[in-house]
């Protein structure tokens, strides 16, 4: 693929911050779309949007993680040595007090594959993790 601009629109609104998080466990889901392979890709946007749906098991789904509007956030970090290269990405929501039903999320997957979908307030819809390499 050759080099493309990569610009932004003066004047565009853009709002900052995320107004819903939804989850789902690796092992409920049926099947993950692909991305577009990086050395064969024709375009930048073929790298990170997914053409096709997230398919869940039969009785399974992506469930509400509720998170203050606007006071969460999807970090990407470019981390490794020169010829390395990757992203660490990171998932930060706040959630009000310390409710029982949220500190018992908390316990039962921090060990566990997951796959968060971010609907961002600009309307962008991320996506972090998949079932190589879930989050």
């Known amino acids: 693929m050759n080099a493309l601009a990569v610009q932004w629109p003066q004047g ?5 911050g995320i ?4 989850y789902a466990f690796k092992d409920d889901i ?5 991305l577009a392979d990086p050395e064969t890709a024709t375009t930048y946007a073929s790298l990170v ?5 997230i398919v869940m098991k039969s009785g399974k789904l992506f ?3 509720y998170c203050t509007v606007e006071e969460g956030e999807l ?13 660490e ?26 796959v968060f979908v971010v609907v961002e307030k600009n309307k962008k819809v991320r996506v ?3 079932l190589e390499d879930p989050a």
């Not at 949007?49 to 749906?53: G, H, I, Q, T, Y």
């Not at 970090?75 to 992203?87: A, I, Q």
């Open 89 to 114: 990405n990171m998932l930060e929501i706040s959630f009000p007090g310390n409710e029982s039903l949220f500190l018992g999320f908390k316990a039962a997957s921090a060990n566990r594959d997951i």
């Open 75 to 87: 970090k990407s970090t470019l981390v490794g040595p020169r010829d390395g290269k990757g992203y």
């Open 49 to 53: 949007e997914l053409a096709n749906p």
């Open 30 to 34: 049926l099947s993950f779309p692909s």
């Open 12 to 16: 565009r609104f853009n709002p900052a």
């Open 128 to 130: 972090l993790g998949s």
């Open 63 to 65: 469930n509400e993680l």
């Open 19 to 22: 107004t819903k998080v939804y």
